[in-house]
C-alpha cells in the first residue's frame, strides 16, 4: 500500500488528457516529461520540512589513531611516505587522512599536517605541497588519524550522532554538532594538532560532487576504532527512472505530488487535446490546480502546527524548539 | 450502514452524470478508473488532514529483553548464540527478519566497543556492523533491543504523554533528549546497556527493504528492557489498505461519506470533464464537509475541544 512512480503517472496522465501508459519503458515524449515534472513535484513536497517519513538512521565504524618511528619519504614528487607500521592506513582512506611527521631537513616544520591518501596498509601518497624531499632513512616519528568521513549516499542532512562504548576509559557520548571554526579553533588551542580520543564534536561540513553529493563529516578529537551511529533526512528516492520507484512521500499527500506536478505540465504544455475533446486550456483551470497545490502544502505544514496543540502548555521548551526548528520530526 | 468503495464509485458515477455502472473496481476503465483512484487520494487525504477521533486506535508492542550469554565470533558473523533469556527469534523467511536487527551488541574481547546487528540468519546467528574484538568461541555477549515497531497503520501517536501506557510510569522525551539521556556528560551514564523497566520512550523512523515499512516509525525504549514485557501505545492511525478493491470500506464515518464523494468530484470534473462551474460547487461542497466534520467531536474527544461546564459533573 504505497504509490509507485508508476501509479502516480498513470493518474497524472489521466488528469492532463494523455494516453495512460501500462509500462514506465516506453513513454511518450510528453509522459516523459510529466514523469520528469513528478520527480520535480515529489522533491518539493520532501523539501517542505523535515517530515517523519524522511528519518533515517545507520551507522560506520571509524579507522583508529596510529603513530610510530620509522617512517621514511620516498620518490620525488609525489612523494611517499613508508614503512608505516601494519595496517596503519586503511584502504577507505580517501585523500582526508592526516599526518604529521618529523621534520628532517631542519626547517622546523615538524609540527605541520599534511593530507594523505591511502597507497597500501604501510604507505601513503603526500597530497600537500612537501619541499623536504626524501628521506632513505626508517627513523622518521610521525602520527596519522582519520577524523573525515563519508555518510551514506542518501543523506540530506544529519540530525545526530552518537558514539557509544562501555570500555573502562570510553562512555556513551552524546557528540555535539559544532561548526568547522569552532573544531578548528578547538585543535589549534591544545598543544597537538592530532589527538585522539573518543570524539566529542562533529561537523557536516563538505558536500561530494557528482550525481550523489555525498556528505561528509569531520570528528573532534581524531577518533578511536569506534562504531558511530547516527540519525538523518533522507534524499527523496529519484522517481524519473524507467523501474518502479516508490514515493517516499505518505500516501495522504500524494495528492500535493500530483498537483504540483500537473501545475507544472499545464503551464508548461498547456492543456493539449493529446487523448481526446476534454483538454482545452483553461486559466480557470490552472488556477484551481495551484490553488488545490497551496491547500495540501498547508495541510503538510499544518501537521507540526495540530501536533504542537496536542503536547503540553508548559516549560518543556525543548521539545518544541527540537520539532520546529528543523531539527528533528513534525509530528 | 457503510458504502464499499464499489458502491462509492457507483454513486460518483451517478453524480457524474454516467449512467453506466460498475460491477467491479477491478476492470474499471475510463472514468470508473478515474473516479476509483480519485476515491482512494481524496479517502487517505482526508484521513491525514486532522486528528480526527474516528482515527484513534490502540495496540500491543511487545519489547525483547536483553539477551545476555556466550556466542562463536569470527570476523563480523556471531554464531552459536546461547542464552537462557531467549533467542533472535528469526522467523525463518528468505529475507531475515527478527526482532533483534539493529540491536546493540557488546562483547568480553576489546575495549567494551558496541556494535549493531545488520542482519539475523537464523535463531543463534547474526551479523554485525563490525567487530573489533579477537575471533573465538565462548565470548561473552551482550545484545540489547531498543528498538520497536510500530503497526503498519501507524500515522501519529496520539500525544506525548499518553501515547504509550504500561502498569508502569513512561515518560516521553525527544529523540534527542532521550539519546542525550544515555550519554555520559548529560546524563551521567557510565555504560550504554543498562538493562530495567523501560521508563521514557520516542520514535525515530526506521530504514528496511519494505517501500511500506519506510515511511514507519520506530519506539525505542530505555533503560533496555530486561524482560519481554508488553506496553500499550494509543495512536492516530492511517488507511491500511488501498480503497480500490469492490469489498473495501473507507474509514471515514458514514455520516461524512458525501465529502469523500464531493472531494472525489471535484478532482474528476475538474482535470477529467474539464467543467470547472461544476468542478467549483463540488469543492465548495468538499470545503464545507470538512468544516462540518472539524466542528464534530466526540465528548470523549482527545482534541482541544469547548465544554459545558457540567460535561465534568
Known amino acids: 500500500m504505497s504509490t509507485t512512480n508508476l501509479q502516480i503517472l498513470q493518474d497524472a496522465c489521466l488528469s492532463a488528457n494523455l494516453k495512460m501508459p501500462s509500462a514506465l519503458d516506453s513513454l511518450s515524449a510528453r509522459s516523459d516529461q510529466l514523469l520528469k515534472m513528478i520527480d520535480e513535484a515529489h522533491q518539493a513536497v520532501c523539501g517542505i520540512n523535515d517530515g517523519y517519513f524522511l528519518q533515517r538512521m545507520t551507522q560506520f565504524s571509524t579507522w583508529g589513531y596510529a603513530s610510530g618511528s620509522t617512517a621514511q619519504v620516498t620518490g620525488s614528487g609525489p612523494y611517499t611516505v613508508a614503512n608505516l607500521s601494519a595496517s596503519a592506513l586503511h584502504s577507505t582512506l580517501t585523500s582526508n587522512g592526516k599526518m604529521t611527521i618529523e621534520d628532517f631537513s631542519s626547517k622546523g616544520k615538524d609540527r605541520d599536517v599534511v593530507r594523505i591518501n591511502y597507497a597500501s596498509g604501510t604507505s601513503g601518497t603526500i597530497l600537500s605541497p612537501w619541499d623536504r624531499g626524501a628521506h632513505a632513512g626508517t627513523d622518521l616519528d610521525w602520527v596519522y588519524g582519520q577524523d573525515e568521513y563519508d555518510l551514506a549516499s542518501d543523506v540530506e542532512h544529519v540530525s545526530w550522532m552518537l558514539c557509544h562504548r562501555n570500555g573502562t576509559s570510553e562512555r556513551p557520548i552524546f557528540l555535539e554538532p559544532v561548526s568547522l571554526e569552532t573544531i578548528e579553533r578547538i585543535r589549534s588551542n591544545r598543544s597537538t594538532y592530532i589527538s585522539n580520543a573518543q570524539p566529542n564534536f562533529y561537523c557536516v561540513f563538505k558536500h561530494g560532487a557528482g550525481p550523489t553529493y555525498t556528505r561528509r563529516v569531520m570528528f573532534d578529537p581524531f577518533p ?42 499545464f503551464s508548461t504544455y498547456g492543456m493539449g487535446a493529446e487523448g481526446g475533446n476534454a483538454g482545452q486550456d483553461n486559466p480557470q483551470r490552472l488556477v484551481e490546480v495551484r490553488q488545490s497545490w497551496a491547500e495540501i502544502q498547508q495541510e503538510i505544514q499544518n501537521e507540526a502546527r495540530v501536533a504542537a496543540e496536542q503536547f503540553r502548555v508548559d516549560p518543556e521548551t525543548s521539545t518544541r524548539i527540537f520539532y520546529r526548528e528543523g531539527l528533528g520530526r513534525n509530528f | 450502514m457503510a458504502y464499499t468503495a464499489l458502491d462509492l464509485v ?61 556466542a562463536t565470533i569470527t570476523g563480523t558473523a556471531l554464531s552459536s548464540l546461547s542464552s537462557t533469556d531467549g533467542t533472535l527469534s528469526y522467523d525463518g523467511a528468505a529475507d531475515p527478519v527478527s526482532p ?111 517501500a511500506e515499512a519506510n515511511k514507519r516509525m520506530r519506539l525505542f525504549v530505555d533503560p533496555f528492557p530486561d524482560v519481554g514485557e508488553t506496553v500499550v501505545i494509543h495512536y492516530f492511525k492511517k488507511p491500511s489498505t488501498d480503497l480500490t478493491s469492490d469489498s ?66
Open chain 1, 224 to 265: 578511536y576504532r569506534c562504531t558511530i551511529t547516527y540519525g538523518y533526512m533522507k534524499k527523496p528516492n529519484t522517481l524519473y527512472s524507467s523501474s518502479a520507484v516508490y514515493l517516499d512521500v505518505p500516501d495522504k499527500w500524494v495528492q500535493g505530488v500530483l498537483d504540483c506536478a500537473l501545475e507544472k505540465y
Open chain 2, 10 to 70: 457507483n454513486l460518483a458515477l451517478r453524480r457524474a452524470g454516467d449512467e453506466t455502472q460498475v460491477t467491479t473496481l477491478a476492470s474499471a476503465t475510463d472514468h470508473a478508473l478515474f473516479l476509483t483512484r480519485a476515491l482512494d487520494y481524496t479517502h487517505k487525504r482526508i484521513c491525514g488532514m486532522a486528528s480526527w477521533d474516528w482515527l484513534r486506535a490502540a495496540t500491543e508492542i511487545q519489547l525483547y529483553p536483553v539477551l545476555g550469554g556466550t
Open chain 2, 248 to 313: 473495501a470500506y473507507p474509514l471515514i464515518p458514514e455520516k461524512d461519506h458525501d465529502v469523500l464523494i464531493a472531494g472525489t468530484l471535484y478532482r474528476f470534473f475538474r482535470d477529467r470533464l474539464v467543467d470547472l462551474n461544476r468542478a467549483g460547487a463540488q469543492k465548495a461542497a468538499f470545503v464545507d464537509g470538512i468544516r462540518r466534520m472539524l466542528g464534530q467531536s466526540e465528548r470523549t474527544s482527545d482534541r482541544p475541544t469547548m465544554q459545558p461546564t457540567n460535561y465534568r459533573s
Open chain 2, 100 to 210: 533483534y536487527i539493529g540491536a546493540w551488541v557488546q562483547t568480553s574481547s576489546g575495549s567494551g566497543e558496541n556494535y549493531r546487528i545488520t542482519a539475523v540468519g537464523s535463531n543463534s546467528a547474526c551479523t554485525l556492523n563490525d567487530y573489533y574484538g579477537s575471533n573465538g568461541s565462548g565470548q561473552t555477549v551482550t545484545i540489547a533491543q531498543d528498538g520497536f515497531d510500530l503497526p503498519s497503520d501507524f500515522d501519529r501517536p496520539l500525544n506525548a504523554d499518553s501515547f504509550v501506557t504500561a502498569p508502569w510510569a513512561m515518560e516521553w522525551r525527544t529523540p534527542e533528549d532521550f539519546l542525550r539521556a544515555r550519554a555520559l556528560y548529560t546524563g551521567r551514564r557510565t555504560g550504554l546497556i543498562v538493562q530495567g523497566k523501560p521508563q521514557s520512550y520516542t520514535l525515530w523512523g526506521i530504514n528496511t527493504a519494505s
